[in-house]
T-cell receptor
């Protein structure tokens, strides 16, 4: 089955700086790569996704890049704000989602 | 607004008890999922269902069973709870297809003593 590795496990950034989270996957058949954000006491919520026919996608301060050859994809958050503090999960899907272990992002004011 | 609800936010049970976790979605979604979330392990799929009365094992089904008698409701059953089943349990639903957004409930934190 699919194996997704996510790094780093924790990330602390100064407000206004950028944050980057990287994930690798094992199954070349995976064709859908979503990112979820989980705030304290809540379930994960989709923030952005990318499909295998696209290399990059951007939504305001959030962007995701995909390199299918290398089997890795990354989340970039620019101009970080305190409300970006949360746990972020990457995932990869062939017919079901497999999640990474998560990255706890802390934005320092 | 999309809504997935779970019957309890916190649950404490004793070893050997039968435990039911209920999940309801109001979006008429075809697919429903049960995950458990543990620190350092992310979300791991226990079971999922593509249709009423249909179920399929996920990555860690041992010790669990599920029931989907109605489209909107998906239940996770721990036949005989054990301490290693202490965890956060998350329910999710999605429309057709493996590339559709999954909507998660708030989770149930289960402690087995």
């Amino acid at each position: 089955g699919e194996n997704v590795e996510q790094h780093p496990s924790t990330l602390s950034v100064q407000e206004g700086d950028s944050a980057v989270i990287k994930c690798t996957y094992s199954d070349s058949a995976s064709n859908y790569f979503p990112w979820y954000k989980q705030e304290l006491g809540k379930g994960p919520q989709l923030i952005i996704d990318i499909r295998s026919n696209v290399g990059e996608k951007k939504d305001q301060r959030i962007a995701v890049t995909l390199n299918k050859t290398a089997k890795h994809f990354s989340l970039h958050i620019t101009e970080t704000q305190p409300e970006d503090s949360a746990v972020y999960f990457c995932a990869a899907s062939d017919y079901k989602l497999s999640f990474g272990a998560g990255t706890t992002v802390t934005v320092r004011a | 607004d999309v809504k997935v609800t779970q019957s309890s936010r916190y649950l404490v049970k004793r070893t050997g008890e039968k435990v039911f976790l209920e999940c309801v979605q109001d979006m008429d979604h075809e697919n429903m999922f049960w995950y458990r979330q543990d620190p350092g392990l992310g979300l791991r799929l226990i079971y999922f269902s593509y249709d009423v009365k249909m179920k399929e094992k996920g990555d860690i089904p041992e010790g669990y069973s599920v029931s989907r008698e109605k489209k909107e409701r998906f239940s996770l059953i721990l036949e005989s709870a054990s301490t290693n089943q202490t965890s956060m349990y998350l329910c999710a639903s999605s429309d057709r297809g493996n590339t559709d957004t999954q909507y998660f409930g708030p989770g149930t934190r289960l402690t087995v003593l």
